[in-house]
Nanobody, 125 residues
Framework: QVQLVESGGGLVQAGDSLRLSCAASGPFFSTYTMAWFRQAPGKEREFVAAASRNGIATDYRDSGKGRFTISRDNTQNTVYLQMNSLNPEDTAVYYC??????????????????WGQGTQVTVSS
């Protein structure tokens, strides 16, 4: 059984940084793409970033490019999201997720089947 547990969220000011972590349990962590999504109040869940199984290939939503960095440590079964220059529009619950299929790096919600419980990120202006 796969379990994902996020941590690292909090209340910060605009311009600050946060590093989110997602610890995964279960087999074959290193063979699946891992991703971060977020959901703001009253909005749909949206893609933030994804990292390929070895972390070499990454993908980001446009608003995160240059500010967010996704990485993973397959020896620790953990994926990270470093977020810099945060702004109030980044306020949301952040979720990590595992892709349904191996060897792909999707960005659609429907392509992920295991999700964490989420961690709240609040950015004040």
């Amino acid at each position: 059984q796969v379990q994902l547990v996020e941590s690292g969220g909090g209340l910060v000011q605009a311009g600050d940084s946060l590093r989110l972590s997602c610890a995964a349990s279960g087999p074959f962590f290193s063979t699946y793409t891992m991703a971060w999504f977020r959901q703001a109040p009253g909005k749909e869940r949206e893609f933030v970033a994804a990292a390929s199984r070895n972390g070499i290939a990454t993908d980001y939503r446009d608003s995160g490019k240059g500010r967010f960095t996704i990485s993973r440590d397959n020896t620790q079964n953990t994926v990270y999201l470093q977020m810099n220059s945060l702004n109030p529009e980044d306020t949301a619950v952040y979720y990590c997720a595992r892709a349904k299929k191996q060897w792909v790096m999707p960005s659609r919600i429907d392509d992920y089947d295991y999700w964490g419980q989420g961690t709240q990120v609040t950015v004040s202006s």
